[in-house]
């Protein structure tokens, strides 16, 4: 593996996973571990292997925000000068699917995290938060925003302006978990979601992502148009017309990404 230094990056079979791990500090994201999480996104995406990825924590925290020791001492200009929270722009541009397996507490930086993240799986001990309101600040990995689309404003402003922590079943009412999963088999049901996705044809794959993500963007017309174009796309590929014939043949489609 890689020599990184805040993370674990192995792959399974066709899954890329991520394991945060500083764990003196609650996988707290300092620097490094954004800017490791970035170029570890950025190998998979290059990797023809894997077609999805899994990102995880340790059973007490997925992590537990940006990191305050890190912070606590800098300035307008270090933190506008140094473009800090600007680094996640490397993980939001990777095209293939990222899976959250959090355990634990996903608070400020963490849940910002998970928010960025396509599929969120969640074990009952999971906590989300956006407690930089307790600190002087606000969200700046962009909670404001994504936390808001995914559970709306309600509670969005509730968690925001509060702090407070939501468990598991509140954030999967609220829709900002995909699953809640027993926490013995939480990391095996994410990697078994991955090798799923993986399975399928890379090009419909990431052309869903693609189309969903721009739900966040843009008007529904605009919308539910580039949706048609990508959908008509997909008559452009191999595996368009395997897995439909492999339908009427009544067999198992063998997608070749093509
Ligand atoms: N940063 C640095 N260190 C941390 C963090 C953190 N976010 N969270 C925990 N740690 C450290 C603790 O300092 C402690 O270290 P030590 O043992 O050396 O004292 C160790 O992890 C264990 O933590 P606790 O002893 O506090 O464990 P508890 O079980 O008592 O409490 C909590 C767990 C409730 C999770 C508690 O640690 C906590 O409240 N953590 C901070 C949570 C928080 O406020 N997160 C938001 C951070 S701000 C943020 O994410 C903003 C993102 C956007 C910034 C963008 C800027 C442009």
Same mark, same amino acid.
């Given at each position: 593996?890689?020599?990184?230094?805040?993370?674990?990056?192995?792959?399974?079979?066709?899954?890329?996973?991520?394991?945060?791990?500083?764990?003196?500090?609650?996988?707290?994201?300092?620097?490094?571990?954004?800017?490791?999480?970035?170029?570890?996104?950025?190998?998979?995406?290059?990797?023809? %292997?894997?077609?999805?990825?899994?990102?995880?924590?340790?059973?007490?925290?997925?992590?537990? =925000?940006?990191?305050?020791?890190?912070?606590?001492?800098?300035?307008?200009?270090?933190?506008?000068?140094?473009?800090?929270?600007?680094?996640?722009?490397?993980?939001?541009?990777?095209?293939?699917?990222?899976?959250?397996?959090?355990? =634990?507490?996903?608070?400020?930086?963490?849940?910002?995290?998970?928010?960025?993240?396509?599929?969120?799986?969640?074990?009952?001990?999971?906590?989300?938060?956006?407690?930089?309101?307790?600190?002087?600040?606000?969200?700046?990995?962009?909670?404001?925003?994504?936390?808001?689309?995914? %559970?709306?404003?309600?509670?969005?402003?509730?968690?925001?302006?509060?702090?407070?922590?939501?468990?598991?079943?509140?954030?999967?009412?609220? =829709?900002?978990?995909?699953?809640?999963?027993?926490?013995?088999?939480?990391?095996?049901?994410?990697?078994?979601?991955?090798?799923?996705?993986?399975?399928?044809?890379?090009?419909?794959?990431?052309?869903?992502?693609?189309? %969903?993500?721009?739900?966040?963007?843009?008007?529904?017309?605009?919308?539910?148009?580039?949706?048609?174009?990508?959908?008509?796309?997909?008559?452009?590929?191999?595996?368009?017309?395997?897995?439909?014939?492999?339908? %009427?043949?009544?067999?198992?489609?063998?997608?070749?990404?093509?």
């Amino acid at each position: 593996t890689a020599p990184y230094e805040t993370l674990v990056v192995e792959t399974r079979e066709t899954v890329g996973l991520i394991t945060l791990n500083r764990p003196k500090a609650l996988n707290a994201l300092n620097a490094a571990l954004i800017r490791e999480l970035g170029e570890a996104l950025e190998a998979f995406e290059f990797d023809e %292997v894997v077609g999805a990825v899994v990102i995880t924590g340790a059973e007490k925290a997925f992590a537990a =925000g940006a990191d305050i020791r890190e912070m606590a001492d800098k300035s307008f200009a270090d933190v506008y000068l140094a473009d800090l929270g600007g680094a996640w722009r490397r993980v939001v541009g990777c095209r293939k699917p990222r899976i959250a397996a959090v355990s =634990g507490y996903a608070l400020g930086g963490g849940s910002e995290l998970a928010q960025m993240c396509d599929l969120v799986f969640a074990s009952p001990t999971a906590k989300f938060g956006q407690p930089e309101i307790t600190l002087g600040i606000i969200p700046g990995f962009g909670g404001t925003q994504r936390l808001t689309r995914a %559970v709306g404003k309600a509670k969005a402003m509730d968690l925001i302006l509060t702090g407070r922590m939501m468990d598991a079943e509140e954030a999967e009412r609220a =829709g900002l978990v995909s699953r809640i999963v027993p926490a013995e088999t939480l990391l095996d049901e994410a990697l078994e979601a991955g090798a799923k996705i993986a399975s399928f044809s890379r090009a419909a794959v990431l052309a869903a992502k693609e189309a %969903v993500d721009v739900a966040a963007e843009v008007g529904l017309s605009e919308g539910v148009r580039f949706e048609r174009r990508m959908f008509q796309a997909m008559f452009a590929t191999d595996d368009q017309t395997e897995g439909m014939a492999a339908f %009427v043949e009544k067999r198992k489609p063998a997608f070749k990404n093509r």
